[in-house]
């Protein structure tokens, strides 16, 4: 039988060395995986994180490893590329961060043995993602073990994957289960048995003999119907010789038909169920992506208290250990790879290696109904072959796994009629009017026109968002990083897209405030704040709480604002977020007033006198804040970011363009062209031959974008503009006139 050793324990690491040790270094110092090396420096911005490689070094005795056996090592995540060394000889390398591989160690095995891992997070055209907005944190940050099989034993060198694909087809009242197992070593005289177990453990069904593959019936069969009902099986697959177990795998699985209509959505089980979703990146504030179990349940449990009916899981596999809380808990999932924001020609190879990994790994989890094949590809321009690449990822897809749907997640600059856009089943866009510019009212009427020009493609919204940080103002506005802002975006996207049944999917960006480390923003350097939870997991922003009233059947009342106590105004606006029909306001013990509202969203206009306790009930739910007069908006909620231009240092005289006027107006000038082509050639020469094209670009962002706001944007595409750089192209705007400005005579 198989023995699995896990090895987590007392790695030596560096990051000084040049090339892999020959004996084991007495000096490194010791770490636990998971590991990653930029837990720090990859959160605190100036995209200046440490990206190389480093060395991580073990020993191990061959006693300590059953006899006669053979001996795989299995990586569950090294980002971003992996090499592994036995005794200094080079037994397999591995391109791509996310998924899980193993190599096989018997053939260099001694009596005792010098384990060395390579991982290397540098940039390199060969390997996905490219670019993107998240740290590419590097290191072991999952799980390291050794698999010991027998000889004869379940294929372990099928690109990761467990040696069995169970496939459940479902046929009214019964679902028929097909079984494959692959075998390495030899097969004259072993058999397989095939079980299926129910939730409580007890046998399903079952059949013996020497097919490698089975179809066994559930009758009735219990099906996977999300969270109303995540019931899932367990498949097992045991081969035996002469009446020795000689291996056994094991896999949960669920029973569900899964479908998309043009006009009803969603359908699980033939019926509607609206995607109302989050993404999830997997790191957190002082950890990077190393995360431990009890991290992965607390983003769990939040996100169902949130009420979400769907994840995802952005932009690479996650580990495994979340898609099976997703089974369990009945999350939809939305699962892709890292074919992300920059394409490149030589890296197509590693496209589908990372795909096939991710769904010859993944197709038993019930949770995964779509695999994303690309995000916001277009963003870095198209060389002229993102089609034939979406092609080979399409067909690669359907042949792995027919039973899933594909998706594209499109920039929201990409045209509509781009020939990829139409090639998988599914389509969705990411669109941020309201933050990248624009108003948070253009979301809802762009798929309405996109609906109506192709009734027959499924659209949804892969990523909506904007960004919340512990700024307050009385009157938020677009750009100001208030967690009021946030709160009334997510309020106008909620009504718009909620009450449209034909998006088959709509997905917050993102769940948790995450890792960036090209972003300098909001005056908290290194990370998106696009969160509805911070990036510790310890404060659920107001805007967590307006999705909470609309996805939650546990009862609750929020009182809006608990971190803005202080307040100039005579009467200030309080916002209450409930799931019941009406919401009673107290102010010092007085009623205030109570409310009926069909939108979950309550308002209520506080007289400010001296000190208020407030108290908010909604039938036996209560939560209390404080307000406090001041004489003085106070400037210590008011974002202040130093070595960032800040609103205040931005002239703009009367008549004349500076940073915050759209591109599209200061092209309208003959001197504001030449500006921004100043600008683009700056900016082309800083990304490289790799880079964007800046004039593209911002061709395409014409419609919505500031100068400003695009100029913020271009850290995560590897080009630094500094602020004084910034203040000086503001001087030289504001030496040109407004398209429509009176001309000075001469």
């Known amino acids: 039988m198989r023995k699995i050793i896990p090895l987590n324990k007392d790695w030596a690491f560096t990051r ?74 080079c037994l397999g390398c591995h391109h791509g961060g996310y998924s899980n ?35 590419f944190y590097g290191g072991l940050y ?49 058999e397989i048995t095939f079980r299926l177990y129910d939730a409580a453990g007890a046998i399903a069904a079952e059949t013996t003999g020497s097919a490698r593959t089975a179809t066994l019936t559930l009758d009735p069969v219990h099906l996977w119907q999300g969270k109303a009902d995540p019931y899932c099986y367990r498949a097992e697959a045991t081969l035996h010789c002469g009446g020795k177990c000689l291996d056994q795998v094991s896999l949960p699985f669920g029973c569900r038909t899964i479908a998309v209509d043009p006009e009803r959505g969603f359908l699980l089980n033939g019926k509607p169920y609206p995607l109302r979703g989050v993404s999830r990146h997997q790191d957190r504030w002082g950890r990077g992506n190393a995360l431990l179990p009890e991290h992965h349940r607390q ?57 096939r990994e991710l769904i010859i790994q993944s197709r038993h989890h019930p949770s995964i109904a779509v695999w994303g094949l690309s995000n916001e590809i277009t963003i870095g321009g198209d060389p002229g072959d993102v089609y034939d690449t979406h ?72 990523e909506y968002g904007c960004e919340g940080l512990d700024w307050h103002a009385s009157d938020p506005v677009q750009g100001d990083y208030t967690e009021e802002y946030q709160a009334r975006y997510h309020e106008s996207l909620i009504l718009q897209f909620f009450s449209r049944p034909y998006l088959w999917c709509t997905y917050v960006w993102n769940m948790f405030d995450f890792g960036a480390d090209a972003r300098s923003e909001g005056g908290e350097n290194g990370q998106n704040h696009k969160g509805l939870v911070t990036f510790d997991r310890c404060y659920k922003k107001d805007a967590f709480y307006a999705y909470k009233a609309w996805l939650s059947d546990e ?142 670009a911002m061709t395409a962002l014409l419609p919505g974008f500031t100068l400003l706001r695009l100029c913020s944007m271009l850290g995560t595409m590897g080009v630094t503009v500094t602020k004084d750089e910034l203040l000086a192209l503001n001087r030289q705007l504001n030496e040109i006139p407004q398209p429509d400005a009176p001309q000075e005579p001469s």
């Open 391 to 462: 092609v080979l990822l399409n067909d690669l897809a359907h042949r792995l796994d027919p039973t899933r749907l594909t998706a594209v997640a499109c920039l929201s600059t990409c045209p509509p009629d781009a020939p990829y856009v139409h090639l998988p089943d599914l389509v969705a866009y990411n669109h941020y009017f309201g933050w990248y510019g624009g108003e948070p009212e253009q979301n809802g009427p762009w798929f309405d026109r996109f609906h109506a020009r192709y009734p027959q493609t499924p659209i949804g919204c892969s």
């Open 101 to 135: 591989w193993r190599v096989e160690l018997t053939p260099a095995l001694a009596a005792e043995n010098l384990l060395v891992i390579a991982v290397d997070n540098s940039d390199s055209d060969a390997v996905y993602p490219q670019m993107a907005d998240f740290t």
């Open 299 to 355: 983003d769990m449990d939040l996100i169902c208290e949130l009420g979400a009916t769907s994840v995802r899981l952005a932009h690479y596999q996650h580990d495994q250990y979340f898609y099976d809380l997703c089974d369990r808990r009945g999350l939809v999932v939305w699962a892709e790879i890292p074919y992300i924001s920059r394409h490149s020609p030589a890296a197509r190879e590693n496209a589908a290696q990372q795909l």
């Open 555 to 696: 009862p609750f009342v929020h009182l809006c604002g608990k971190r803005y106590p202080d307040r100039a105004e005579a009467v200030t606006r309080v916002t209450v977020y409930s799931n019941q029909p009406a919401v009673s306001l107290y102010a010092n013990g007085q009623l205030l007033q109570q409310q009926r509202s069909e939108t979950h969203f309550f308002y209520f206009d506080v007289p400010n006198e001296g000190e208020t306790v407030l108290i908010a009930t909604a039938g036996s739910c209560r939560d209390e804040s404080r307000l406090r007069r001041v004489a003085e908006f106070p400037e210590h909620y008011r974002l202040r970011e130093n070595g960032i231009v800040n609103w205040f240092e931005i002239t703009a005289p009367a008549g004349r363009l500076s940073l915050h006027d759209k591109i599209s107006r200061i092209l309208e000038t003959p001197e504001g062209r030449r500006v921004l082509g100043q600008l683009r050639a700056r900016i082309n020469h800083a990304a490289g031959p790799a880079g964007f094209d800046a004039s593209d």
């Open 16 to 89: 000084q060395a040049d090339v892999p040790p020959t004996q084991m270094p007495q000096t490194w110092p010791l770490v636990d995986l998971p590991h990653t090396w930029n837990a720090l420096d990859g959160q605190d911005g100036g995209n200046d994180y440490d990206r190389g490689t480093g060395y991580y070094a073990k020993t191990f005795p061959r006693a300590s490893l059953p006899d006669a056996c053979r001996c795989y090592l299995e990586l569950q995540g090294a980002n971003a590329t992996a090499t592994v060394y036995l005794n200094g000889r």
């Open 142 to 190: 999952r799980a390291v073990q050794l698999l010991c099989v027998d000889p004869t034993h379940f294929t372990l060198d099928d690109h990761g994957g467990p040696g069995l694909v169970v496939t459940p087809e479902v046929q009214g009242d019964t679902a028929r289960v097909h079984l494959e197992a692959a075998v390495t070593g030899r097969h004259d005289d072993c």
